[in-house]
């Protein structure tokens, strides 16, 4: 098992690295758009001694490397440090924000996910029978509709018209009961399981299809055995590798590209939070969420890395 | 049927509809007499405030990096949750006028340099605090001061003394200024204990409700305050929830998510106003959307071209296709109809052939350059192409470039030569003038230079006699309309909406959008 490691070792180092070069990236990005924090804050209504008074206050005149290294020396002793706008600790605020994210994007996976690759073992047990056809042409529609849009027409037909569920999740609350949180999310969950299936389930196809044109599976259908047990036993298993890439990249998706749904069905989640930030330029906020969405984006690709690694024979066994 | 009937029934009560009419429509609705009539009793009752219940609000504006320090509050929610907790010294009456609040009384010296405010006495702060005059120095203090962020800085500035006699707040003024109380009822001047020196965002004043839960740019919770010493407030619980989104505010009320939301967009309006259980309030106010030239930046300092552009704009077209009906024409002044001291003037109108006489005596102006964007007025980009059109018929081009939202307000308004922008008004000629159009003002974003225009308006802030001073202002406005650097097409009117589990709707409520955002706490829930 030690090449295992030392390829996970590799690829843990690769990604710190990544996460580092990412807050410069960040941090410049911030430096590049047109504004400050100050003018940013008091907008239109701003008066110039105000502004003087409020960047004196922010330590906006201090020069950009030295803020930048301030902020990466505290990073490294896990402070985060506080928002200049409100000056709320950001650990705290962010990690609450966080959780609610988390939240909304766990139930979007638990649905998409095992719904992705079911629809997928299925358009391939029909291929080119109405229900695959069925299959393809609603994913493929509903992933190129923009999300807002399919928000919008959720929020009208289901909340407006039918009155299903809330049209907004203005309902949620952390400190709810699951199932009025769950009734809050309801919408915002079908969208994103509508924005993302279309990608997982037409790559499981794909994959599961390139597997059935082997031999042994031609094999295995001598054998007597059925379509789907062929499907389920043999061809699944040696299509992991890119069906779990595909999904690992789905579920970082789900984490870090909420924005939109977020703030459409309003609800109080990191992208919201980092909006807000961004419009302020208040840029440790917005580098702290920067950098867990990095971290979160490397993270789940690693993690695609490592178990397709572990998942393909050869890749385990070099030799 | 039901809501038909309900309608009939409420413009009754509102007296717009006779009761006979009433009987005739009712029965044309296939409804008997008996019952129509004890429908209208019902819902004359309805009409009675009633205690109690939650209003729930969609509100727009907030953000995560808001405060509830009164005096950052720079956006709808920031104030509408301050009038919860606070309160200042002064507030605009419902229809014109000022209204008292922590000052019980007011008076000016003959020459309007020396007000003196008595202070409400008997009053308590949430934290159990007795209201002194010294808070009230404290606060004005707190907003005046050389490091303050206040947005109320500017109108604090013509203050040369404050201080107290027992019960009694007295401000000395530089110059006269008349127009004193209406700058006191300013959104950023909530009164705290101490001035809000140690704490500025605690939420702690003399409001009608107190706040129980404060989340940042998602919810405020407000519980009536149980000391309060006024009698607004009919709802026990108010809850503020921040719906950004266009269309998802309008699918929360739709949907009976919150009882009430401010700015509908103009252009669903319409369609919103027929969804059953909703009523669509159209409220004018001083807000007007501009296209401001430099008066000292070529080719705009060149009056002739000022004039031509004002000639060569479609106002009825725009206010059509922009506003959907949802505002007036503007006559390229600041001032409408909303002001104290209005007077009307003739109208400028669309003329093709004035633009080209103008534009071809200013010789060669060169090419001109409009910059906007979307979020320097809704729609501003759309109107921009307007413009292009109706100039083009005059024979005048015009280049239009759209700019980012994001720093739209530091890089373009106030700082290019030509753009889009908007102002919200002021409650009084005097402030809105010395906003914009002072030579010295901060936001001269005209960069208007006229000192005959300067000296009235000095003078008319210091005359009492009410007459002279609309002369006055009437005057300034010729000045800034046939030589100003803004074109003002449209005054855009506030659209509110309230679902019919609430009541007690005030028409042409002077201020802000929500009845000056006073809505949550002068309706009530219909039992």
């Known amino acids: 098992m030690t090449p295992v490691v030392k390829l996970l070792a590799q690829r843990i180092a690769l990604g710190l690295l990544l996460l580092f070069l990412v807050s410069i990236l960040i941090f410049v990005g911030t430096l590049i758009l047109p504004g400050d924090v100050a003018q940013s804050i008091l907008g239109q209504s701003a008066t110039p001694e105000a502004l003087a008074n409020l960047r004196q206050d922010l330590g906006l005149n201090e020069p950009a490397l030295t803020r930048y290294f301030d902020w990466l020396f505290g990073v490294f002793q896990g402070d985060l440090g506080t928002a200049l706008t409100s000056g709320q600790d950001i650990a705290e605020s962010l990690g609450a924000r966080f959780r609610n994210t988390l939240f909304l994007a766990f ?96 790559m499981t196809r794909a994959a599961i299809l390139n597997v059935m044109q082997s031999a042994y599976i031609e094999t295995a259908e001598l054998k007597g055995l059925s379509t789907f047990r062929v499907i389920w036993k043999h061809a699944f298993p040696n299509s992991i590798a890119p069906i779990v890439n595909v999904v690992m990249l789905n579920l970082a998706y789900l984490v870090v590209g909420v924005v939109v749904v977020e703030v459409v069905f309003v609800y109080p989640g990191m992208g919201q939070y980092l909006v807000d930030h961004v419009s302020k330029r208040d840029v440790p906020v917005v580098q702290a969420c920067g950098l867990i969405f990095a971290a979160v984006y490397i993270g789940l690709n690693m993690l695609a890395d490592v178990i397709s690694i572990l998942a393909n024979p050869r890749l385990r066994h070099p030799k | 049927m039901k809501s038909q009937l309900s309608y009939y029934a409420g413009r009754v009560t509102a007296g717009l509809t006779s009761r006979r009419e009433f009987l005739g429509r009712a029965a044309a609705l296939g409804v008997t007499a008996a019952a129509a009539n004890t429908f209208l009793a019902q819902t004359a009752r309805a009409q009675e405030p009633q205690m109690g219940g939650t209003i729930r609000v969609g509100m727009q504006g907030g953000a995560t990096t808001d405060s509830l320090d009164p005096a950052l509050a720079a956006n709808a929610t920031a104030t509408a949750v301050s009038r919860l907790w606070g309160e200042p010294l002064l507030e605009l009456a419902p229809h014109g006028g000022i209204e008292y609040k922590l000052a019980e009384s007011y008076e000016a010296s003959a020459d309007a340099k020396t007000w003196t405010f008595k202070i409400r006495s008997g009053v308590e702060f949430s934290n159990g605090q007795p209201l002194t005059a010294d808070d009230v120095l404290r606060t004005m203090e707190r907003h005046s001061g050389e490091d303050t962020k206040s947005g109320a800085l500017g109108i604090m500035r013509g203050i040369s003394s404050m201080r107290t006699e027992g019960e009694t707040f007295i401000i000395e003024l530089d110059a006269p200024n008349a127009d004193l109380p209406y700058l ?104 007007h959307y501009v296209f401001i030239m430099h008066c000292n930046t070529a080719p705009f300092d060149n009056n002739d071209v000022r004039l031509a552009l004002k000639y060569g704009i479609n106002r009825e077209e725009m206010l059509e296709k922009i506003l959907f009906g949802y505002g007036s024409v503007g006559n390229d002044t600041p001032i409408n109809a909303s002001y104290p001291l209005y007077t009307e003037m003739e109208q400028r109108s669309f003329d093709p052939d004035k633009a080209k006489f103008h534009f071809d005596k200013a010789g060669d102006a060169g090419q001109i350059l409009l ?60 402030q809105m003038y010395s906003t914009a159009y ?57 659209v509110d909406a309230t679902s019919d589990r609430v009541a007690g709707w005030v028409e042409d409520y002077k201020g802000f959008d929500l009845m000056n955002y006073y809505a949550p706490m002068k309706m009530w829930v219909v039992g």
Not at chain 1, 177 to 183: A, G, Q, Y
């Open chain 1, 107 to 202: 139930w979007a996976a638990i649905i998409a996910v095992p719904l992705a690759v079911f629809l997928g073992l299925l358009a391939v047990r029909y291929r080119d029978r109405w229900p695959d056809k069925l299959i393809s042409a609603v994913t493929l529609a509903s992933i190129s509709l923009p999300e807002f849009l399919i928000g919008y027409l959720l929020m009208f037909f289901l909340g407006v018209k039918l009155r299903w569920f809330p049209s907004t999740a203005i309902g949620y609350r952390p400190d709810a009961d699951v199932f009025t949180r769950l009734e809050a999310i309801a919408l915002p969950v079908a969208v994103l399981t509508l924005v993302v299936l279309a990608h997982m389930m037409r």
């Open chain 2, 184 to 287: 006191l009822t300013d959104y950023h001047l909530m009164i705290q204990p101490d001035g809000g020196f140690d704490d500025p965002a605690a939420g702690i004043g003399t409001g009608p409700y107190v706040m129980s839960e404060v989340d940042m740019g998602v919810r405020f919770v407000a519980e009536k305050n149980p000391n309060y010493w006024g009698d607004l407030g009919y709802a026990d619980t108010l809850e503020y929830i921040v719906i950004n989104d266009n269309t998802a505010r309008v699918a929360a009320l739709q949907s009976g998510q919150v009882d009430m939301i401010l700015r509908v967009p103009p252009r669903t309006a319409g369609l919103i106003a027929r969804a059953p259980g909703i009523t669509v309030h159209q409220t004018s106010g001083p807000g």
């Open chain 2, 371 to 430: 910059r906007t964007s979307e979020n320097s007025f809704p729609g501003a980009p759309d109107a921009a192409a307007l413009f292009q059109q109706s100039l083009a018929t005059a024979g005048i081009s015009l280049d239009v470039e759209r700019e980012p939202n994001d720093g739209y307000w530091s890089e373009v308004w106030n700082v290019q030569p030509f753009c889009t922008s908007y102002w919200g008004g002021r409650p009084t000629q005097d």
């Open chain 2, 438 to 494: 002072l030579s010295t003002a901060d936001w001269n974003d005209t960069r208007f230079f006229n000192e005959q225009f300067d000296q009235m308006l000095v003078a008319a802030r210091g005359e009492l006699d009410e007459a002279k001073r609309t002369q006055m202002y009437a005057d300034m406005g010729k000045i800034v309309s046939d030589e100003g650097g803004l074109i003002c097409p449209m005054f855009n009117d506030w």
